[in-house]
């Protein structure tokens, strides 16, 4: 089984600083990682994905994130948020041979001030 | 395509009472997921679809849940009876694992049980 952590659960900062998201995962086998968002009252909505390949990868909206497999990582960042940012942020992953059910953390909630 | 569509996106009833929630996951699409989301438990796996069958209902919490698909563009989560700690915004997914490996989301439904 893999199981995900999302290492905080509100991130508040202020517009045109830079983010980070951190995740941590935990799985036997190998897995594809994404990270979600979910503005309020919305179904959630893809952010990027890793899948192989190279180990940063670039999402919507400026985000990006990096795959680090001895450290079991997934952490997402972006170099100057906005206000419309503001949103809950989750991190998901699959086994590739586990018909892709998701397993999420349990997001973090980022808040950006003016 | 409209994307996964979910009815209704509100429902409110009284504890005891049967509630239906209906689910048209994107055309083209094999399989489908439901996920619960709620405060306490965060984003959880209810049961998922493949061509049409069941296939994983370990995440069912009670015999109170059942779900059905009837046919590839519609699938129904009934709870009855409901209670009040059924309470949450249930979402469903769907995606095609020749072509994608994350799942495109609906709107949610939120249920309030009274």
């Known amino acids: 089984a893999q199981s995900v952590t999302q290492l905080d659960s509100q991130v508040p900062v202020f517009e045109e600083a830079p983010v980070e998201l951190r995740c941590n995962y935990s799985?036997?086998?190998?897995?594809?990682l994404f990270w979600y968002v979910q503005y309020p009252n919305q179904g959630l909505q893809l952010l990027l994905k890793y899948l192989s390949g190279s180990t940063l990868v670039k999402g919507i909206n400026g985000f990006e994130a990096e795959f680090n497999k001895s450290q079991t990582s997934f952490h997402l960042r972006k170099p100057s948020v906005h206000i419309s940012d503001t949103a809950e942020y989750f991190c998901a992953v699959t086994s590739v041979s586990n018909d892709y059910k998701l397993s999420f953390g349990a997001g973090t909630t980022v808040t950006v001030r003016a | 395509d409209a994307g996964v569509i979910q009815s209704p996106r509100h429902e409110v009833t009284e504890m005891g009472q049967e509630v239906t929630l209906r689910c048209k996951p994107i055309s083209g699409h094999d399989y489908l997921f439901w996920y619960r989301q709620t405060m306490m438990r965060g984003l959880e796996l209810l049961i998922y679809f493949n061509n049409n069958v069941p296939i994983d209902d370990s995440g069912m919490p009670e015999d109170r849940f059942s779900a059905k698909m009837p046919n590839a563009s519609f699938s129904t989560l009934k709870i009855q009876p409901s209670e009040p700690r059924d309470s949450a915004v249930y979402f469903c997914?769907?995606?095609?694992?020749?072509?994608?490996?994350?799942?495109?989301f609906g709107q949610g439904t939120r249920l309030t049980v009274v």
């Open positions: 799985s036997s086998v190998s897995v594809y």
């Open positions: 997914a769907s995606t095609d694992r020749t072509i994608n490996t994350e799942a495109f």
